[in-house]
């Protein structure tokens, strides 16, 4: 069983005043211009390369990060690149008040831990980058800099059997697929 | 049990299982249709590829390939992939509609691949554009698609749906398009977030196929699921002939489905909209933002790519010139377009008007062969989404095909005369 728990350090994506970002779409994450790219790998150096601010964001995460965002992260594109450059950094988390659509099911079945936060762009300030941050991705408990304690959605049934299989493929693999 | 909304009623015809089709629950879902792009295409392979080993898809005859992103290809890249995808196709005898035949979305319903009722996936996040013929279509990313393909079925959350009213109707020189941003407006960009989203009104039930598809196409820019426009008699013989069935009826809600919001759209008053930088839902009056000087037009994309739309563009320019200065281009959706467009004399009138004119597929919306736009430069375009980056460095401006006409002679921002 994988850890459902998890602790690390808060990337809270905002723009140059200060407000944490909506609607970061797929080309700020991963522009359309890397889109030829297969492997993996090489997908992590062009994370968030094309968001205002962030551009360095690839040089800067170490594994085990998490990323903070606001409403309707990865907005746009149906793009597997905008959630597998993330992996490929190691971020452990992201959490948003809510994530766009496609996004939200292409990091289920890649694996990669996506936590919605209900109402979090109303307290965004309480976050900072660099604060350490704990998700109990079964309970949906958050706990920042080990004080103060807010409450996401869980994970649903099937994210937490992808996640525990790893990806989509293994999951369909355990069902006989 | 409960009355039920289209999708939860495609849904239910497509779901083995015995998990009630209710907002909120995992069903997995059967798929009439499973595609990748070349963008993507490779990548669906190597994941194929890598858990499947060669495994067969599990219905080559459900299974397709459509090439539209980087069509014929400018970049070694680009030309790699769609050749890895072209052999593993032949391998699994699969067919690819390759980089002449147009916007995948397009030619399914052309094609008659999806129709009413239908469900369909692949690797184009505005597949959910099928919503304009009453079919399910979804985009998905590489690693979904690649398993569709091996089982010939997905995992879907039922999402609960909303209904928008549309109320009065589109008057000259307002198109479809503009009704497409007074909805964008209301609702803002993430307004239909994780929801199916059902049209209803009298302007609604009048569009013509290209007006469906305009209005379908954007609900992706709502952060919706799919928008359905529930077909009319003139969609519903559309899609029988295309697909060759009689047997296709059109799925519409129960008068007592449940919503979870309804929202009025009134477009009464409407005038002719436009879509400021750098958001799609970013929208204002086209008069506020007269009088800006533009550098170039692309009129085309999935959005706005139909035959109609450029009838509609050759009645404004015909006999006139585009502005000095102006880069003007022309992508049409799809080869039986470019086809209409050649034999009718709006390609002719396109062409004297001063219209680069380029082959089918998504060139100048995503970053394709034809226009990217360079820092500093003001575009007006057609297509679906004007994000930082999208087109180039440049800044985009989003109208309908009348008022992207209009422009281009005029060299500026301008009102379009009904």
């Given at each position: 069983m994988k850890e459902t728990r998890i602790e690390g350090r808060l990337w809270a994506l905002t723009d140059p005043d200060g407000t944490l970002y909506d609607d970061i779409d797929t080309d700020m994450i991963f522009h359309n211009r890397y889109l030829h790219i297969v492997d993996v790998t090489q997908m992590g150096q062009y994370a968030l390369d094309n968001l205002k601010g962030w551009e360095e964001f690839a040089q800067k995460a170490q594994p085990g990060d998490l990323i903070l965002a606001g409403k309707?992260?990865?907005?746009?594109?149906?793009?597997?690149q905008a959630v597998d450059c993330f992996r490929a950094l190691g971020i452990s988390a992201i959490v948003a008040e809510s994530h766009g659509a496609i996004y939200k099911r292409n990091a289920i079945n890649s694996g990669l831990a996506i936590v919605s936060l209900p109402g979090l762009t109303e307290r965004a300030d309480e976050f900072k980058t660099g604060d350490q941050l704990k998700v109990d991705f079964e309970t949906g408990e958050l706990v920042l800099n080990g004080e103060k304690t807010l409450q996401a959605r869980p994970f649903s049934q099937v994210q937490m059997d992808i996640y525990q299989a790893g990806n989509l493929f293994a999951y369909g693999k355990t069902l006989g697929e | 049990m409960a009355r039920q909304t289209i999708i939860e009623k495609i849904f239910q015809a497509h779901s083995p299982g015995d998990t009630p089709v209710t907002p909120g629950n995992i069903i997995w879902l059967d798929l009439d249709v499973r595609s990748a792009r070349d963008f993507a295409g490779a990548n669906v392979v190597h994941n194929y590829r890598t858990h499947y080993d060669d495994a067969p898809v599990a219905d080559r005859d459900k299974t397709f390939f459509t090439f539209d992103l980087v069509v014929p290809p400018n970049n070694i890249p680009y030309a790699n992939n769609q050749q890895i995808c072209r052999i593993w196709a032949r391998e699994q005898g699969v067919r690819v509609y390759d980089v002449d035949a147009g916007i995948g979305s397009h030619v399914a319903m052309e094609e008659g691949l999806a129709y009413p009722g239908s469900t369909f996936v692949g690797t184009?996040?505005?597949?959910?554009?099928l919503g304009a013929v009453g079919a399910f279509g979804q985009g998905m990313g590489d690693q979904d698609i690649a398993f569709t393909f091996k089982t010939g079925k997905t995992w879907f959350e039922v999402p609960p749906t909303m209904k928008v009213v549309v109320k009065g109707e589109i008057k000259p020189p307002c198109t479809a398009r503009d009704l497409t941003l007074a909805v964008l407006q209301r609702l803002g960009s993430n307004g239909a977030l994780g929801r199916a989203v059902e049209f209803c009104g009298s302007a609604i039930e009048a569009l013509d196929l290209p007006g469906r598809i305009t209005l379908a196409s954007q609900i992706t820019e709502m952060g919706g699921i799919i928008g359905f426009i529930p077909p009319s008699e003139e969609i519903l013989a559309f899609a029988r002939e295309r697909a060759g069935r009689d047997d296709v009826e059109g799925v519409y809600a129960d008068p007592d489905a449940t919503y979870v919001e309804t929202v009025e759209v009134d477009i009464t008053d409407m005038e002719p909209l436009v879509a400021c930088p750098?958001?799609?839902?970013?929208v204002k009056p086209v008069r506020e933002a007269a009088g800006q000087r533009i550098d170039s037009v692309f009129l085309g994309s999935c959005t706005n790519g139909r035959f109609e739309d450029f009838v509609a563009v050759a009645d404004v320019v015909k006999g006139k010139h585009v502005a000095p200065g102006v880069m003007a281009s022309v992508v049409p959706a799809t080869r039986r377009v470019f086809e209409q467009m050649l034999r009718s004399g709006v390609l002719e009138a396109l062409f004297d008007a001063g219209f680069i004119i380029s082959n089918?597929?998504?060139?100048?919306?995503?970053?394709?062969?034809i226009g990217m736009t360079g820092q500093g430069q003001v575009q007006i375009s057609t297509s679906n989404r004007n994000f930082r980056g999208k087109q180039g460095a440049g800044e985009t401006y989003l109208t309908s095909p009348v008022t992207a006409a209009w422009c281009a002679l005029k060299g500026e921002i301008t009102v379009p005369e009904a």
């Open positions: 309707n992260f990865g907005a746009g594109s149906s793009r597997q | 184009d996040s505005h597949l959910n554009i750098p958001s799609p839902a970013n089918p597929g998504c060139g100048g919306c995503a970053s394709g062969h």
